[in-house]
């Protein structure tokens, strides 16, 4: 095989040239019609085993990406130039790109400045306009005497709708050194002028607070009225909010007035509702007998009293078995079943306040019967300090 052959050979080994154009150079050479040899076939790879199945997942929502790069050369040298024009001279490009991309023109930039508001920054601009504040509804609350709003107190003012004609209401109602606050809280709550009106007529004097509470418990004139009808009519404003609060209507208040308890304050209606005195409650105890007023009747529910075992102790037929006594029963957890078994026991002159006692020093109905054995009736008393001194 002489050189030029082998050459030839070894770029068709080397891939440098196919089958083809190999044969050609050969036949150039002269040694035509010898067979090129190919180059070899690769082995036959072995089959691909199948993959395996993929595991089921819990559908994942699809995360968006966000491009934070900034496309600068969007910026045109006539938006730049207007933005300085406007009095913004010299900004970095970032903040160029801010103003344009949320779609600040130079007449909203220009406004704004007209309006001398302190350290007016890019950031604060983009914030007004991203909640689509205008420089006129900036300047009609300067005008009501909030020279000094922060961009934080002018974009809740947007968020939450607030007008201002609707802040000029209440500084005509004598509300004039409303807070930025104060404000806010009328419109998150929805207070309208026309409710303050409507019970200042009822004789409410309210401060601003006060108008605050009463719109988010939302109490309506309606209720003032019927309280007043009540007999309730120099309830002031913080009673008649905590009526509000504890959903303490006009037929409730009704309703338990006609037991015709004594001490039936506003507080004490709303510690009954509080505590879950119902008039259903209230009703069982009047019927079995029992003298309530409202204070024993709170005790009582405060203490887990119901009227099963209620009616359970008031038929032990205890001398001096009041509200006031039943309350520290149940305190001290003289139970139905622990009075009965002391009274079968044999013990004599067994009261409400001598069970408490024997309670108090863990007497046992055991005990009572064992002293009974070997001594014959004893009283309750003689019975508690025989256990003391044991």
Request: glycine share 6%.
């Amino acid at each position: 095989m002489n050189e030029e052959r082998r050459h030839v050979l070894e770029m068709l080994a080397n891939g440098k040239i196919n089958a083809a154009e190999a044969a050609k150079l050969l036949d150039a050479l002269g040694v035509g019609g010898t067979a090129v040899p190919m180059p070899p076939r690769p082995a036959k790879l072995p089959p691909i085993p199948p993959l395996p199945p993929i595991p089921s997942v819990a559908k994942v929502a699809r995360v968006h990406r966000v491009r934070t790069a900034h496309n600068y050369q969007r910026i045109t040298p006539e938006y730049a130039a207007a933005i300085a024009d406007a009095g913004l001279p010299d900004l970095q490009q970032d903040e160029l790109w801010q103003l344009q991309i949320h779609h600040v023109t130079a007449d909203y930039v220009r406004r704004l400045l007209k309006l001398d508001l302190p350290e007016l920054t890019v950031d604060d601009i983009v914030q007004f306009a991203i909640h689509h504040i205008q420089p006129d509804y900036l300047h009609a609350f300067q005008k009501l005497g909030f020279s000094d709003l922060t961009t934080d107190d002018i974009v809740q003012f947007g968020v939450h709708h607030i007008q201002p004609d609707y802040v000029a209401r209440f500084q005509a109602m004598g509300f004039t050194d409303l807070s930025t606050d104060d404000v806010v809280q009328l419109g998150i709550h929805h207070v309208q002028p026309e409710l303050v009106e409507e019970l200042r007529q009822l004789g409410l004097d309210m401060t601003i607070d006060e108008v605050v509470d009463l719109g988010i418990h939302q109490v309506r004139p309606e209720l003032v009225r019927q309280v007043y009808k009540l007999g309730y009519d120099d309830a002031t404003v913080e009673q008649i909010v905590d009526l509000g609060i504890h959903h303490v209507t006009a037929e409730f208040i009704k309703e338990i007035q006609g037991f015709g308890l004594p001490d039936l304050t506003l507080e004490r209606l709303v510690d009954m509702r509080i505590h879950h005195v119902t008039p259903e409650f209230v009703g069982e105890m009047v019927a079995l007998g029992v003298p309530v007023t409202a204070v024993s009747l709170i005790d009582l529910r405060i203490h887990g009293a119901n009227a099963a075992v209620v009616r359970q102790l008031s038929a032990l037929n205890l001398p001096d078995l009041t509200t006031e006594m039943l309350v520290d029963m149940l305190i001290h957890g003289v139970t139905p079943e622990f009075a009965q078994s002391i009274l079968a026991a044999g013990i004599t002159a067994v009261t409400a306040e001598t069970l408490v006692d024997m309670r108090i020093h863990d007497v046992t109905a055991a005990f009572a019967e064992k002293v009974v054995q070997a001594q014959g009736a004893v009283s309750a008393e003689e019975l508690v300090d025989m256990w003391i001194n044991s």
